[in-house]
C-alpha cells in the first residue's frame, strides 16, 4: 500500500512540474505545443486514475492499517493536488483572456474611409 502511495505522489509531482511548464506558455506563440501538452497531461492523469485503482483493490483483498507514513504521503497528494487545481485554474483565465481578446479583434468594424473614389 505504502508503495502504491509513494508511486502516486510521485506521478502528481510530475503532474504537478508539468503543469507549471504549461503555465509559463503564452497561448498566443506557443498555442500548438501547449496544445500536445496537454494531451500529454491527460496520460498523467490516466496515470493516477489507475493507480487509484490498484489502492482500491489492495483495500478490498486486504484489510490494512494506514500508518504514520501513508497519512503523510496522503497529505503531500492532498497539498499537491490543491496547488495544480490552482494552477489550472489560472491556466483557463488566461485562456479565456486571450479568447476575449481575439473575439474582440474579431468582431471589431473597420472604420470606413471618409474618402470616396470617384469617376468622371
Known amino acids: 500500500m505504502e508503495k502504491l502511495c ?3 505522489l510521485q ?3 510530475n503532474l504537478n512540474e508539468f503543469t507549471k511548464k504549461i503555465k ?3 497561448f498566443k506563440s506557443d498555442y500548438e505545443k501547449i496544445n500536445s501538452m496537454v494531451e500529454e497531461r491527460q496520460l498523467y492523469m490516466n496515470k493516477i486514475d489507475e493507480i487509484d485503482e490498484k489502492i482500491e483493490e489492495f483495500k478490498n483483498i486486504n484489510n490494512h492499517q494506514e500508518t504514520n507514513e501513508i497519512k503523510y504521503i496522503k497529505k503531500n497528494i492532498k497539498k499537491l493536488i490543491v496547488e495544480i487545481i ?3 485554474k ?3 483565465k488566461s485562456l479565456n483572456d486571450e479568447m476575449k481578446i481575439v473575439n474582440s479583434s474579431l468582431n471589431k468594424t473597420e472604420n470606413p474611409s471618409k474618402l470616396l473614389n470617384f469617376k468622371a
Do not use: F, G, H, P
Request: glycine fraction near 0%.
Open 11 to 13: 506521478t502528481i509531482i
Open 86 to 88: 490552482e494552477m489550472d
Open 90 to 92: 489560472d491556466i483557463r
Open 6 to 8: 509513494m508511486e502516486k
Open 24 to 26: 509559463e506558455l503564452s
